[in-house]
């Protein structure tokens, strides 16, 4: 029904385009975002073949993921931004309810409360990520920017409430993942830099609290990461089998389904947070540049996306994802390279696993959403 | 501004959001430089280092066991070989439920309930991947049996391997000794590199002794491993740019014996029913000829493994099937020293060929009452010491014994080899006990302990009281009886074979100080009294002797094993079987160029003469190639 609708036809001013391009251009999908990502998750497809030690089946559900997550783009990318803005409220108030029902009787998984059992088992957390900078976004899209101090306030509350739901889960990775693509929003929104640094200040005791907020295996990795010789084949093992992997891979990697480190089960966790690692043994660093470099495409086509866009909110939130998705490459490929601790953060569209994935598409639905909506939006 | 509403100016707005999303992306480089930096530094700078600790983390050098050297007697029949078995492996981290594993194995009957602690035990206790043996070797239908059941057990597989065996088990075990499961005792003896995948090592006989002979060198090869140590099939070894390295083992050297595989079992045969031992040697050479111990036992089960029940049972048997009588069985030698003690007597004076002497059945020291019974109760009249021999007059040996004296006794009977280990090449022999005077100064505590009785030499001249000898000791002094006084070292080994050269290195008899006993005049005289024994008409032993187409020379000896009151008669029908008297006999033949010499002890077998002597003379007839019914 939408597509015939006449403000839509009339207001875009671009000649009608055929084949492909007109098809995208009815499915509300941006075209270089679109070959970005199938170009990551191609080659993302390629190396777990090789991580999952050819198992055929977990490939193939891998790829049944990447195909729900694709439809869940697409279908996200149907809905208007101003559509987004107004379910946001109650998608964030949905999200806190089912973190609380998570902690309360959530499914016990590795020792963590993170699943809920709906049907399908999923995690709460990953409605968060995305509804906590949505949340920020539609608090900020009626104001006045740069944000005044009142409003930092209101914002911080709306990011530390959920924060600390599911740090108690625990799953601390996540928790500050999902509190850092709350606090892009307010960068983008135009904090000031001298509030910025005073903040980077406090976040020295910030640090220490946060210490004492750890627990043991967490503070254990931290520690690991100062020096993983200590205990090599305890904590300190998946650094060091890690950086093995990814240095006796060289230039141009041992080839592909090749690496020893990989094959041999040297390298803990292959398929899902040291997958990077695989490709580094396998592909060697000018694989692992290719990879770093689709990244790049895909987080600069957002953020030109977010520049493009027409509101507030479409802005901030755009801004917010593309950001946070970079995020989630550096924390993954510095962890793997032994530079952060080892805190469970996959390589997004990489690492074998469901839910984060259709998250992650959820988000670039959005943003192509936002692209290709922006004609229709008021000046 | 503070008068109006905030009014979002949206130009100002973009142009702060672009500014900070150039500030974003200039950080977000900036980082993304660092991981590059990192990247370059690990794979472009560190790469040689990581390169090799990756090598270093599959290629792993695992151990290959020598093939153990074979065993043969004299005539080149197979005493101990290798056959390929199929044992059964369980892999700790393969199963699922070890406790109900174990279980059903029980139940098919595989393993014994007694055993799952210890397998329980040992499943948990060493690395996971690493397969513990629950069985060494599995029968065709166990095998036929778990074949068919194997899904239902996952981790527990059939492994091939070669396991230790003696065809004539039972009847060269204590000759032979067995190999059993390497322990952590064994390795701390043993040289632990070299020993490295081997899973066995000999524990008793000749498998023992020959250890090192017999195990061969160990060789490597160099396996590529995954993180678990686990060897992997070869087709996803190609990640290697070299080939890995090997170094085969060297097989441990063949044993050649000088046992005679049909005398040891006929000798083995003889002893069936009955506790005792027998030992013949080659008087020419010291050469074993057969070496049995009664009742025996099957080494094989200490190859394959057995239940505990198995083992607690062989070792509670109240017949002490593992005790090695021939080397460490300690029993009194009776008559059967006195060719050795006439010698001796005739060497320092104490009697003379002609010296005849009145036998009334019993004998008294001056100033005492004791009597010293003959064995013959009614006596055996005047007899000189040819009789003495051929009729075992205890009271010509009485009379002379005091003047033999018991320094002379232990000087003499030790040339023979009496009371000290012969040197045989076999582990755990006992070395047994003559008497002396300085002997028992050291041996007791008491200052009226330490004095030396008279009495003693008396009883000491007919083999009893303190004087213990083991049937190899025996044996090997009728070899020196054989042989006129000229001795070796009795060994078993005569030859090896290089395991890889098949060169063959032969191991020389090695002589040993003759008895100091010169005159052939003595020698000559005192075996044609043992000659008597057998083959004249007083002859103790001339059941046993009669009708041999061969000369023959022996002596009987009848050892007390409870001691008659002076006013009683033993009378064997009444005394409980194990309280009865030992039977021994020594022989050799033939008499003028001896060929075999040999001991029998039949533990509570009452009489030397009756029971011992026909199987030495059944042993003889065999080796000097008669068929014998002597039995």
Known sequence: MRFSDPQRLYSGGSPPIGGMGSLMQRLYLDGPLLGGLAAVCSLGLVVLYSAVSQNMDLWVQQLIRLFVALVAMVVVAQLPPDLLRRWTPWGYLAGLGLLILVLVRGEVSQGAQRWLDVGIRFQPSEVMKLAVPMMAAWYLHDRQLPPRFLDIIVIAVMIVVPTVLIAKQPDLGTALLIAMSGVLVVVLAGLSIRVMILLGLAAIPGAWALWQFMQEYQKQRVLTLLNPEADPLGAGYNIIQSKIAIGSGGLFGKGWTNGSQAQLEFLPERDTDFIFAVMGEELGLLGVLALLAMYLFVIGRGLYIAIQARDTFSRLIAGSISLTFFVYVFVNTAMVTGLVPVVGVPLPLVSFGGTSMVTLMSGFGILMSIHRHRKLLPH | ?631
Request: aromatic share 8%; net charge negative; glycine share 8%.
């Open chain 2, 1 to 631: 501004m503070g008068l109006f509403a905030p009014i979002k100016d949206h130009h100002s707005e973009r142009r702060l959001f672009i500014a900070r999303v150039i500030l974003a992306s200039v950080v977000s480089v900036l980082l993304l430089g660092i991981v590059i930096a990192r990247l370059v530094q690990l794979q472009v700078v560190e790469h040689a280092l990581y390169a090799e600790q990756s090598q270093g983390n599959r290629i792993r050098i695992e151990a290959v066991p020598p093939t153990r050297g074979l065993i043969f007697d004299r005539n080149g029949r197979v005493l101990a070989e290798n056959l390929p078995a199929y044992q059964l492996e369980l892999i700790p981290e393969q199963v699922t439920d070890l406790d109900d594993t174990l279980k059903r194995l029980a139940t098919i009957g595989l393993i014994s309930d007694e055993d799952i602690p210890r397998f329980n035990g040992l499943a948990r206790s060493g690395p996971r991947f690493k397969p513990i043996t629950l069985r060494f070797r599995l029968s065709d239908e166990e095998i036929a049996n778990f074949a068919v059941q194997r899904p239902r057990f996952p981790g527990v597989d059939l492994q091939p391997r070669l396991v230790r065996h003696y065809p004539d088990g039972e009847v060269v075990a204590h000759a032979i000794g067995y190999v059993g499961a390497l322990s952590t005792a064994d390795l701390q003896r043993l040289d632990g590199a070299g020993y490295a995948g081997t899973s066995h090592t000999g524990k008793t006989g000749v498998e023992h002794y020959n250890e090192n002979l017999l195990h061969g060198d160990v060789g490597f090869r160099q396996i590529v491993t995954n993180a678990l140590g686990r060897a992997v099939p070869i087709e996803t070894r190609d990640y290697a740019g070299s080939a890995p390295e090997s170094e085969s083992p060297t097989p441990g050297a063949n044993l050649y014996l000088s046992l005679d595989l049909e005398l040891q079992r006929a000798a083995y045969l003889a002893l069936e029913g009955r506790r005792g031992a027998i030992v013949a040697i080659d008087p020419n050479n010291g050469e074993i000829l057969a070496l049995v111990s009664s009742p025996s036992f099957d080494p094989n089960s200490f190859a394959t493994g057995m239940s505990s029940s198995e083992y607690v049972a062989l070792q509670d048997n109240e017949d002490r099937p593992l005790f090695n009588r021939a080397v460490r069985g300690s029993y009194p030698p009776g008559s059967t020293i006195k060719p050795m003690l006439s010698l001796a007597a005739l060497e320092v004076g104490a009697t003379n060929l002609t010296r005849r002497l009145m036998c009334f059945g019993w004998y008294s020291l001056p100033g005492s009452s004791h009597r010293y019974r003959d064995w013959r109760p009614e006596g055996h009249g005047e007899v000189d010491l040819h009789d003495a021999i051929s009729q075992s007059c205890d009271v010509y040996f009485y009379q002379i014994s005091r003047d033999i004296g018991i320094d002379n006794m232990h000087h003499f009977l030790d040339q023979f080899g009496l009371g000290k280990g012969t040197g045989i090449d076999m582990a755990g022999e006992s070395d047994g006990l003559v008497p002396s005077r300085e002997w028992k100064r050291q041996a007791f505590r008491e200052r009226a302990d330490q004095v030396w009785f008279p009495g003693e030499t008396i009883i000491a001249s007919i083999g009893q009281g303190y004087m213990l000898v083991t049937p190899l000791q025996l044996a090997n002094a009728v070899a020196a009886l054989a042989a006129r006084g000229a001795r070796f070292r009795p060994h078993l080994v005569t030859a090896f074979e290089d395991g890889l050269t098949g060169r063959r290195t032969v191991i020389a008899p090695e002589p040993l100080p003759a008895v100091e006993i010169d005159d052939p005049f003595y020698w000559e005289n005192v075996l044609n009294a043992m000659h008597a024994v057998m083959q004249s008409p007083t002859g103790t032993a001339r059941a046993a002797g009669q009708g041999a187409p061969y000369q023959m020379a022996g002596k009987s000896g009848t050892a007390q094993v409870f001691t008659v009151a002076q006013e009683e008669e033993y009378d064997e029908a009444e005394i409980d079987e194990r309280l009865r008297d030992h039977a021994l006999f020594i022989a050799f033949a033939p008499l003028e160029a001896p060929r075999i010499a040999v001991a029998v002890i039949i533990e509570n077998g009452s009489s030397g003469s009756r029971v011992a002597a026909p199987i030495a003379r059944a042993i003889m007839d065999r080796h000097l190639g008669y068929t014998s019914d002597a039995l």
